[in-house]
């Protein structure tokens, strides 16, 4: 499950822009909280990945003893490449402001590079955004599917309830998304740990009675094990990624918990546990071929099958979680990044900004991991369509990287190079492992981030071709104001604010204004909200105050991509620097532009109307900058692209 997510539920912490520790939490509570947040989803991953690896391994034949350490040896050191080195011991370092995540890392390579490769930057971003909503459909369906079929093994009587349990519980969790996850993310630590210990020391049996698994710890295994079964192994290849699905968790969240508490809890405890507990499927499959149905479960014994369905169930929502409130948090980042129309963001916690809930997203969500469990009505079905999006993700990581790397700390492009090429090769293979997959179900991921992509694209460079033909049509703002502070017209008083996106052009709404009512307010202010390519924008750098004549000044609001701006609220701090300013007298004025496609736009007729139809879904402005509505005038313009 994937990196976007900065936003995930247990905030006990807020960045204090440093990548250690955060806030006022202690290390050992922060510790508990990343175990219970970032490593929801990797640690679901021993309930399907070994069986449908070695399921792979075998060609769905006769399982026997070579192939299944193959498999294990594959899947820890996996773990050990591409988790432990290229996340917890590189990545980690390259953080923006204290946040990690690919849009964050985005925002930070952009500064490092020429303005002619930002583009280039943007559309990786774009790319590793989009897969990501793809990867936030899948993993709760999967996940939760995974844990309610180990009922089958108590009687088969309960086949038929695994799909309809599936979708209630699936139903369940995205209802109750709009109450927030303060509450329960409490439980969201000791829950993933209870789960990590007991994955862990359930393997120890299994492991004694077959000690020969431990071979498996040998790299060269691996190495073997894919030069002796040509496309087989490269198969196995993308059924054993399964095992790594959620890594890039361990960069998304590093705002949220900071460096320190998210590498202690890999090395101390999740990685040991996953070892374990892969070494102990491997071992009971070489025991008893028959186990391969579902290693994981059969490890317990039969008294243990009912309370072990509970706990993975638990588990397998809380990693659904993660990612449902990582799709959140990254769709907040990219509204601010001008790369989705504004929705509505709500907030579900007083004391933690992060912790939003956007009920347009949770929508679209629910119905898409409805559909695909009624689809694929099995986890193993599903585990074909896992794989792609996450891939997708971590190519496009380990590119991002190499530009961090090598412009913003200022390396040699070849010791840039030779650190993330190896990674970027394994990225790759895996890459290519897994689309071998497309016609199984991976269709499902490429088509969903497909379709996203499609959106953020037209809706950037649908917003750029307005930009640029508002800005031809409107009058310089000093030359207006010039002219009216030579022959003011009727004045009233109080203080109007005019919203606009340029600051060097008169709002729309202004000269809507001065042409149909023929006066002007004693005090004007043109307002510009800009987003920073920083994560959090310190309060003391959030407003600048320009005074461009007696009776017109200029106020600019700076806002992070991690926030949600409060014009309000800004506009106080702007009293402190001197600027008078009552908000029971001043009228905030917006322009409501109404578009109609113009016959040559630069773009074709059909992303015309697309990026025309995610205008009008867009937010009204004043929800969004959290404006008093009834200290609002909206003036209608229409604006033909």
Do not use: C
């Amino acid at each position: 499950m994937t990196s976007e997510v900065a936003g995930r539920a247990p905030e006990t912490v807020a960045a204090n822009g440093h990548g250690d520790a955060h806030s006022t939490a202690g290390f050992g509570a922060l510790m508990l909280g990343s175990i219970g947040v970032v490593y929801g989803d990797i640690g679901t991953s021993p309930l399907y990945a070994l069986r449908e690896a070695v399921v792979a391994a075998t060609g769905g034949g006769e399982v026997t003893a070579q192939p299944v350490l193959g498999v294990v040896s594959l899947i820890l050191w996996t773990l050990i490449i591409l988790v432990t080195l290229k996340y917890v011991v590189i990545l980690l370092r390259a953080d923006n402001h204290g946040e990690g995540g690919t849009l964050a890392l985005m925002a930070l390579a952009q500064r490092g590079v020429a303005p002619a490769a930002v583009g280039t930057i943007v559309l990786l971003g774009i790319i590793s955004g989009a897969l990501f909503y793809g990867d936030a459909v899948i993993t709760p369906a999967l996940s939760v599917l995974s844990a309610i079929e180990g009922i089958k093994l108590v009687t088969e009587a309960f086949d038929s309830y695994v799909v309809p349990l599936t979708v209630l519980i699936l139903l369940v969790l995205f209802a109750v998304q709009s109450r927030g996850t303060a509450r329960v993310a409490a439980f969201f630590g000791p829950v993933m740990l209870l789960w990590f210990l007991i994955i862990g020391l359930a393997a120890i049996p299994s492991i004694v009675r077959q000690p020969g698994v431990l071979l498996a710890i040998n790299p060269l295994l691996a190495l073997s094990f894919m030069l002796h079964h040509g496309i087989i192994g490269f198969v196995t290849l993308g059924a054993v990624f399964l095992a790594v699905t959620g890594a890039e968790a361990l960069y998304a969240d590093l705002g949220h918990f900071g460096k320190k508490p998210i590498q202690t809890a890999w090395l101390s405890i999740v990685l040991p546990s996953l070892a374990l507990n892969y070494l102990g499927q491997g071992a009971l499959v070489i025991a008893d071929p028959k186990a391969v149905q579902n290693p994981f479960f059969l490890m317990f014994p039969d008294w243990a099958l009912l309370p072990m369905v509970t706990i993975a169930t638990l588990a397998t929502v809380i990693a659904s979680q993660a990612v449902i409130t990582g799709a959140y948090s990254l769709t907040r980042q990219a509204i601010q990044l001008g790369l989705l129309p504004r929705f509505e963001i709500r907030h579900t916690s007083e004391s933690h900004s992060g912790q939003i809930y956007i009920p347009r997203i949770n929508k679209l969500l629910l119905i898409a991991v409805v559909l695909l469990v009624l689809m694929f009505r099995s986890s193993s079905a599903l585990a074909s369509a896992y794989g792609i999006s996450v891939t997708g993700t971590m190519v496009v990581t380990a590119m991002m990287g190499f530009v961090v790397i090598w412009k913003v700390w200022k390396w040699s492009p070849l010791a840039a190079a030779a650190l993330i090429a190896p990674f970027l090769m394994l990225d790759l293979t895996f890459l290519a492992a897994n689309l071998l997959k497309v016609l199984e179900g991976g269709w499902v991921p490429l088509a969903l981030g497909g379709f996203v992509m499609l959106l953020m694209y037209t809706w950037r460079r649908g917003s750029r071709l307005l930009f640029e033909k508002s800005r031809k049509l409107e009058f310089p703002l000093a030359d207006l104001v010039a002219m009216l502070e030579k022959r003011p017209p009727q004045r009233v008083s109080g203080t109007a604010v005019f919203l606009t996106s340029d600051p060097l052009s008169a709002p729309t709404a202004l000269m809507h204004s001065l042409k149909h009512y023929k006066v002007l307010h004693e005090k004007n202010v043109i307002l510009t909200i800009d987003s920073a390519a920083t994560p959090r924008v310190d309060p003391s750098e959030r407003v600048k105050l320009e005074q461009i004549s007696p009776t017109f000044s200029k106020v600019t609001l700076r806002f992070g991509f991690m926030e949600s701006p409060n014009v309000p609220k800004a506009l106080a701090i702007a009293r402190k620097l001197g600027w008078q300013f009552d908000i029971m007298s001043t009228s905030f004025f917006l322009s409501r532009r109404a578009l109609k496609p113009a016959a040559h736009s630069g773009m074709p007729r059909w992303q015309d109307h697309l990026f025309i139809s995610l205008s009008r879904t867009a937010n009204d402005a004043t929800d969004y900058f959290q404006i008093p509505s009834g200290r609002v005038v909206e003036v209608g313009t229409q604006v033909t692209i």
